[in-house]
């Protein structure tokens, strides 16, 4: 059963059991510029990107990344990492995230959980600036050595548990999805990868394509809050989607919601609430 939430500024907050969407247009072109911590470029505009766990065999889940990033056409280096590869998709096979070149932009690790934490420490060693965690299942103490780890070289970290990340305009896919998401206006941020494509194919339907696409899983560092901000001052995305299973800081996400959903303000943007059954009454969305 689906109820309407809270406003937030002219934000509505559809939920039903267990879960919210938050669903907001963005109508005025004039941003607020604000200094915050969240550093997107390294996520949406890198300049290179690693796959480390890159499978040798085809439909595996790192070998797929690695696939959607060459064929999706990212313009950049890219480097695979195996130890017992020699090549994939045409690129030379690095051995260990140790081999990789000093400060790439983005990292993508599919290895298995035991592993991970080695795997991120390599990264931060090699000056990468945010990383991907695919691998889901990470006890506790391997995942506050992830967070430590991010912390302390100063890295972003999406997942762990997660779908991957991809941005139209860097014609980057490092998601394991079956088709590239068709370029449009729409940011889309989800715990859940599989309702993040279901959500993405409706949309396709409506004619309505992204920006960009992150499924944060069990959101250690990026967070819903953290997309918000990028995309009040994005100037190509317009419409904002949410699927938020919990919030780590509620009182954040209600001031940044507020802040990004509010009343027309001097050099504010204004965003404009779409409610859900409007997307429902052009769509088979359940």
């Excluded at 064929?71 to 950049?76: K, Q």
């Excluded at 000093?102 to 420490?121: K, T």
């Excluded at 919030?247 to 027309?264: H, M």
Aim: with cysteine; hydrophobic share 40%.
């Amino acid at each position: 059963m689906q109820r309407q939430g809270p406003t937030v500024g002219n934000a509505w907050l559809i939920h039903g059991d267990g879960w919210r969407l938050m669903v907001v247009r963005k109508m005025h072109l004039l941003r607020e510029k604000r200094p915050g911590r969240f550093g997107p470029s390294a996520l949406f505009r890198p300049d290179s990107v690693a796959v480390i766990g890159a499978g040798r065999r085809r439909g595996s889940v790192g070998r797929e990344i690695l696939h959607n990033i060459v064929t999706g056409g990212f313009p950049g280096p890219v480097y695979p990492v195996n130890p017992h590869g020699r090549s994939m998709e045409g690129l030379t096979c690095l051995t260990s995230a140790a081999e990789l070149p000093f400060g790439v932009d983005l990292a993508v690790i599919a290895v298995p959980p035991a592993e991970v934490p080695s795997a991120a420490a390599a990264c931060g060693q090699r000056g990468v600036h945010a990383i991907i965690v695919i691998t889901a299942s990470l006890g506790g103490g391997s995942g506050a050595d992830l967070l430590s780890i991010c912390r302390r070289y100063g890295m972003r970290l999406v997942g762990p548990n997660c779908f991957g990340v991809a941005s139209t305009p860097a014609r980057l896919n490092a998601t394991f999805a079956v088709d590239n998401p068709a370029p449009g206006i729409a940011g889309l941020v989800m715990q859940s990868g599989g309702i993040g494509i279901a959500l993405l194919e409706h949309l396709r339907r409506l004619g309505i394509g992204v920006t960009t696409f992150a499924s944060v899983g069990d959101k250690y560092d990026v967070s819903s809050n953290d997309m918000l901000t990028w995309w009040e001052q994005d100037e190509q995305t317009k419409l904002a989607v949410l699927y938020v299973e919990s919030f780590g800081n509620p009182r954040g996400f209600a001031r940044t919601a507020r802040r990004v959903g509010g009343k027309p303000a001097h050099r504010r943007r204004r965003w404009q609430a779409l409610h859900l059954n409007e997307l429902r009454d052009r769509s088979e969305l359940p």
